[in-house]
Nanobody, 124 residues
Framework: VQLQASGGGVVHAGGSLRLSCAAS????????LGWFRQAPGKGREFVAG????????YYADSVKGRFTISRDNTKNTLFLQMNNLEPDDTAVYYC??????????????????WGQGTQVTVSS
């Protein structure tokens, strides 16, 4: 499966962006999906994860209440709605697909397939 992330950009603090991750090659309706991010000089960190049905969702504490992960299995696409963005949210955002949501939540090793990343820059 190939994952293509898009939707990044430059926004002021307090602004919003919506990231998308389109899958091709096969359906991802059975995959557990997640968003990760990597800021300059830092490791890749978990942001949000979602079960195959969308019924189970987890967020990193740093984004709870501001970010919303969702998926549309009919469109083979994962989304991340980011509101009230802060300068510390500046990073390259990656989407990932895996077999187990608990492994995705645990860290990057839980992702079996990765998108190429999309840059999000939040200015103060």
């Amino acid at each position: 499966v190939q994952l293509q992330a898009s939707g990044g950009g430059v926004v002021h603090a307090g602004g919003s962006l919506r990231l998308s991750c389109a899958a091709s090659g096969r359906t991802i309706s059975s995959d557990r999906l997640g968003w990760f991010r990597q800021a300059p000089g830092k490791g890749r960190e978990f942001v949000a994860g979602i079960s195959w049905s969308g019924g189970t969702i987890y967020y990193a504490d740093s984004v709870k209440g501001r970010f919303t992960i969702s998926r549309d299995n009919t469109k083979n696409t994962l989304f991340l709605q980011m509101n009230n963005l802060e300068p510390d949210d500046t990073a390259v955002y990656y989407c990932a697909a895996g077999l187990r949501l608990d492994r995705i939540i645990a860290g990057p090793s839980g992702g079996d397939y990765w998108g190429q990343g999309t840059q999000v820059t939040v200015s103060s």
